[in-house]
């Protein structure tokens, strides 16, 4: 990209990665390639971004800070705060709701110990509200590790935290 590699808060496997997202696009359309080098960046540092990460990545890309922060604060697939090893995720949207999102909210935040925002003592899980999955059908969803738990009650729930390592 450009002279900022020797400076960057970036592993070099993580400007590794970052470079096959930016030649899928047009020499001049590097701010194309924001969303998956956050992801890739977060992904690098234990799931979350600082902000020297976010103008490193801005750097990286050639692009204005802003623009880095912009998309980073936007969304709500990035932490800007340290997160547990698990991050689980419930869907609060109306059909999550309709099918007992709410109660498996207030099940697993007494399970766990944490309200939503929150991680355990012990590092392991970071709860969050999230907004739809588009997994309506089969309400509620937890999504964590890139992989929907559907249909959950309490009792999966539990089953699905005692997996956790």
Not at 2 to 21: F, G, H, M, T
Not at 143 to 165: C, F, Q, V, W
Request: with cysteine; glycine share 6%.
């Amino acid at each position: 990209m450009n002279d900022v590699k020797e400076k960057s808060a970036l592993s070099q496997p993580a400007r590794e990665e970052i470079d096959k997202w930016v030649a899928k696009y047009p020499e001049d359309k590097a701010q194309s390639a924001v969303i998956p080098a956050l992801h890739i960046a977060q992904k690098y540092n234990q799931g979350s971004l600082t902000d020297s990460i976010i103008e490193s990545v801005a750097d990286y890309l050639g692009i204005p800070k802003i623009a880095a922060f912009e998309v980073a604060t936007f969304y709500s697939m990035y932490e800007l705060k340290p997160v547990g090893r698990h991050k689980m995720g419930l869907c609060k949207s109306i059909s999550c709701m309709l099918m007992g999102a709410d109660e498996l909210g207030d099940h697993l935040q007494k399970k766990l110990g944490i309200k939503f925002g929150e991680t355990t003592p012990d590092g392991k899980v970071t709860l969050k509200e999230v907004e739809c999955l588009g997994a309506c059908r089969h309400a509620p969803v937890v999504h964590m590790h890139n992989r929907y738990y559907e249909s959950l009650t309490p009792e999966k729930a539990d089953e699905l935290i005692e997996g956790l390592e």
